[in-house]
């Protein structure tokens, strides 16, 4: 497996849990809408989100304990910088709707220009971020 | 019941495809970013995989009346684009690209990632409380 076809084979498996989502639950498969929704969802709505996020929990203990090197270590290691990182994360996805399943994947397969618009602005915010932090201040972590 | 153990299955099935495509690896995902730097570029086949996967099962599975396990398929979201949708975005990206964590794989490396991941689990769960806490918006 290279760099081509192992990139491809998980974008297929996400494509197919977003499809198996649709298809029996009639849901999008929105990470940051699946979350957040957990916080405001009313009762009957809560089951349906927690055992998808446990899904994602037993998995990541499956990557861990079968193919280890894919759970790589986290790039920011000082708590500041990680706080600030998670709160940028929760807040941005729940004011812009989406993150890079909901407006990645599953809205730009819809065609909407919103999931474009969001998707081109955090990659490029990203690229930003990323820019500023390794080449203009030699590296946050 | 059963629409519980379907979307189990499809948060599995999310989880292993995140971690076989690399974006559960935040240095892959910063050099991702990194297009001033040494550009890393297979996370784009991820994207691709995922996204022609989707948009092709969407529609076959769009022919039918009704989910399998619910009433109905969700309605179009809105379709204008607005200040909140560009302003979100843009503190996620600068949230992503520091950490190279976005939702998805910080929560698949949450049993397993140690302090850092349940930090930024934490705050990106207290940045969701604040912003329903602010709008009062269901769901």
Redesign the interface.
């Known amino acids: 497996m290279n760099a081509v076809l192992l990139p491809l084979l998980g974008g297929v498996l996400i494509g197919l849990s977003a499809a198996l989502l649709l298809l029996f639950n009639g849901r999008i498969a929105g990470i940051s809408g699946i979350t957040g929704g957990l916080l405001s969802a009313a009762p009957a709505d809560l089951g349906w989100r927690a055992s998808f996020l446990g899904g994602l929990a037993v998995g990541g203990v499956l990557l861990a304990t079968f193919r280890p090197e894919s759970l790589g270590p986290p790039v920011l290691t000082s708590v500041g910088a990680t706080l600030i990182a998670g709160l940028l994360v929760g807040f941005g996805t729940q004011l812009g709707g989406g993150c890079t399943s909901g407006h990645g994947v599953c809205g730009l397969a819809r065609g909407s220009k919103r999931s474009l618009v969001a998707t081109l602005t955090f990659m490029a915010t990203g690229a930003i971020a990323v820019f500023i932090s390794r080449h203009v201040l030699g590296g946050v972590s | 019941m ?27 995902v ?1 050099g991702f ?5 040494s550009w890393n570029p ?14 092709l ?2 529609r076959l ?2 022919r ?1 009346a ?9 309605a ?6 607005d200040g ?21 794989p ?9 302090t ?2 349940l ?14 806490g602010m ?1 009062r ?3």
């Not at chain 2, 970013?33 to 730097?37: E, K, P």
């Not at chain 2, 909140?84 to 998805?104: K, N």
């Open positions: 059963k629409a519980a153990l379907t979307a189990g299955l499809a948060g599995l099935l999310f989880a292993l495809g995140l971690g076989l495509g690399g974006m559960t690896d935040p240095a892959k910063v970013l990194d297009v001033a730097g297979s996370l784009a086949f991820v994207m691709a995989g995922a996204l022609g996967t989707y948009a099962l969407r599975i769009l039918r009704r989910p399998v396990l619910a009433d109905r398929f969700p179009p979201p809105r379709a204008d684009v909140r949708l560009v302003a979100g975005s843009a503190l996620f990206g600068i949230g992503w690209g520091l950490s190279g964590y976005c939702p998805g910080a929560l698949v490396s949450l049993p397993v990632g140690g850092t991941v930090l930024f689990v934490g705050a990106m769960l207290v940045g969701m409380g604040v912003f329903r709008s918006q269901p769901g």
